[in-house]
């Protein structure tokens, strides 16, 4: 069965700096998004995004947050300058249409 | 705002018993509900979906669901539980093209 792939599975970086979260969504699949879930609480929307732009976008997805589909496989997730407050598991996800939505295993992100 | 509760945290259960997880939604003249399962390192499997029709829907591993529009509910159960339906389980409502969901509740079986 295809699935959504993320990587990598773990991320450690220093507050301050960039970090990208790669992301395969499903071949066939049109729409892409990416959720967070800070550890202990629940899993909260980021953003969508559609034909190469964002659909819908929640209020946590500031400036400090871009989304990008470089080529026709990948889907990332760029954050700019990242805070301790970033540390959580990010999740990509992808449907043919509007939901479901299948998602990856996600990508640990802990900011130090 | 669309919410979602999920008003139980934790439930354990007997293995082979039956097991129901409560959800009750906010908003939606005709809501779009699902139940994801999370096992521990991995990602949000689907178990099941209503959009619309028939109010029991069934899933994946022998979970069902009913929706029950005059109390806003979604609620998960199965009748016979295994060991390996141990996991968190997340009830979640479409809002636009987003998901929003409940908090979760987290499922131990108990021998």
């Known amino acids: 069965e295809p699935e959504v792939t993320q990587t990598p599975s773990h991320q450690v970086t220093q507050m301050g700096q960039e970090v990208i979260l790669r992301c395969v969504p499903i071949?066939?699949?049109?729409?892409f998004y990416w959720y967070r879930q800070i550890l202990g609480q629940k899993v909260e929307f980021l953003v969508s995004?559609?034909?190469?732009?964002?659909?819908?976008k929640s209020e946590i997805f500031d400036d400090q947050f871009s989304v990008e589909r470089p080529d026709g496989s990948n889907f990332t997730l760029k954050i700019r300058s990242t805070k301790l407050e970033d540390s959580a598991m990010y999740f990509c996800a992808s449907s043919e249409s509007t939901p479901p939505l299948h998602f990856g295993n996600g990508t640990r992100l802990t900011v130090t | 705002a669309q919410s979602v509760t999920q008003p139980d945290i934790h439930i354990t259960v007997s293995e082979g018993a039956s097991l129901e997880l409560r959800c009750n939604y906010s908003y939606g003249a005709t809501p779009y509900l699902f139940w994801y399962v999370q096992s521990p390192g991995q990602g949000l499997q689907l178990l099941l979906k209503y959009f619309s029709g028939d109010t029991l829907v069934q899933g994946i591993k022998g979970f069902e669901a009913e929706f029950k529009r005059s109390q806003s509910s979604f609620n998960l159960r199965k009748p016979s539980v295994h060991w390996s339906d141990a996991a968190e389980y997340f009830c979640a409502n479409q809002a636009g093209t987003a998901l929003i969901f409940g908090k979760g509740t987290t499922l131990s079986v108990s021998s």
């Open positions: 995004f559609y034909n190469n732009e964002i659909s819908e």
């Open positions: 071949s066939n699949h049109l729409y």
